[in-house]
C-alpha cells in the first residue's frame, strides 16, 4: 500500500489507483481499483471460504457493539479510534474457539471464553495502570446483579498521574451484561442468546474528588437494575475507570485527556 507524502489532499479515484483515509491514522493512502464484483463473492463456489470468514467476522461486530452500546454512556472519553476493530478481533478469537458449530457459523461464546477480555483497555493509549496507582480490590454477589470496587485510602497527589491544570478527579464503576451470540439461519444474521438482558448496564461514579487532599476510600457499589436472572450464557462486563475535571467557581470542567476506562473482571 503506497503512502502519499506530498501536499495534494484527497479521496476518490483517479485512473486504476483509489486514494483514501484510514480512521485513526494520520496522512492519505493509495492503491489499486480491482478486485472481484459483489455478486461473484456472494455466489462463487471459490469465495465459499470468504463468505463463511465474512459471516463470522459480521457477528463478531455484533458482540463487539453491544459492548459499545451497554456502555455507551462512557464512551467517546474514554476510547481511542480504534476501539470498535480491537473490540470486534477479540471476538473474533473468541469465535474462532467454538468447536460446536460449523465454519461459517461458529458462536461468539463469551461466556466460554471469558479470560480474553480481562483487562481490555477502551483507550490503548493510556492505561488506567499508569493513571491510577492506587490500592483496590473487586468482587461481586453470586447472583451477578452486584459487585463492588473497594479502594483504600491514598493520598493523590502521590498514586494519580492527572493532567496537567486537573483539580478534582472521578471514579467510575460499570456492570454491563453481554450475551453469547449464535447464528440464527431464519434471520441470516447472529443474535443474542439472551435478548432481554443483553447490553443491561450500570455505571456509579463518586462524588468530585480533590487531587490535593488524601482520599479516605470507600467501596463504590454498582447494582443491575431490576435484579435480573443471569443465566449461563451471559456475561458481565466489570470496569473500573477514573475522568478528570477542573473546578471553577464551584463548577466542575471535564477534561478530553487522561481519562481511563478498563475491564477488570469478566464473571
Known sequence: MARQKGLMKYVGTIG????FKIKGQKGFFAGMVGGPTAQQVKTA????RTRENMNEFGGCAIAGKTVRTALSALMGKFTDPQVTGRLTSVMKKINLED????????KVEISTQRNYLVGFEFNKNLSINGIFNAPYDVNHDVSRNTADFIVSEFNPTELITAPSG???FRLIHALAVIADFSYNPVTGTYEPDDAVNNELSVVTYTPYLPLDSTYAGNTITAAL???PVLEDNV???QCIGIEFFQEVNGNYYPFASGNCLKIEEVF
Open 45 to 48: 463456489p471459490e469465495f465459499e
Open 235 to 237: 456475561s458481565v462486563l
Open 166 to 168: 486537573a483539580t478534582h
Open 99 to 106: 468447536g460446536t458449530e460449523a465454519r461459517g457459523y461458529r
Open 16 to 19: 486504476d489507483v483509489r486514494h
Open 225 to 227: 437494575p431490576g435484579a
